[in-house]
């Protein structure tokens, strides 16, 4: 990438979302994820106790099971659709290969995103490598040669 590429931070002809709307989008999907798995407690008969007690209990390796088939499923349902994950959709970013400029929207591709967002998640390292990247990538951008990106307002 040239040097007025990374100034602009702009790269395949797309400006780089920021680190902070990365974060909204994330924390955002979060909650609704949150609120979606708490309406399945809540018709399964649990109470909301309950579901926090479940949240608040010791980590187990089953966990990371559990994190890496949701990772899976996600990533395979919204990629092929929004380009990336309920988060990107709802703040108009996207996910784009790092190498060619091309849409992230294959579902094996977007499963294998996702998963390792998901089971790195667990290592804080992975997740907090944005900070000091000049790419505003995270650990499982690297890996899997993605950027996140504004949409162009012709999307």
Do not use: C
Not at 56 to 69: G, K, M, N, Q
Not at 82 to 100: A, D, M, Q, R, W
Not at 140 to 155: A, R
């Amino acid at each position: 990438y040239s040097k007025k590429e990374m100034n602009e931070k702009t790269i395949h002809g797309y400006k780089l979302a920021s680190k902070g709307k990365r974060l909204i989008a994330s924390i955002t999907e979060g909650i609704i994820f949150g609120i979606i798995i708490l309406g399945i407690y809540l018709i399964m008969g649990k109470s909301i106790s309950e579901f926090w007690a479940d949240l608040d209990s010791d980590f187990e390796l089953l966990d990371i099971v559990y994190s890496l088939v949701t990772g899976i499923i996600i990533g395979a349902i919204f990629y092929p659709i929004f380009t990336g994950n309920l988060g990107h959709k709802i703040f108009n970013i996207k996910v784009i290969s790092e190498e060619t400029g091309e849409d992230y929207k294959k579902p094996e591709k977007g499963a294998i995103r996702e998963a390792l967002k998901h089971v790195l998640g667990y290592l804080i390292i992975p997740t907090i490598w944005i900070l000091w990247d000049k790419k505003n990538q995270n650990l499982y951008d690297k890996i899997t040669k993605t950027l996140v990106v504004e949409k162009n307002t012709n999307e």
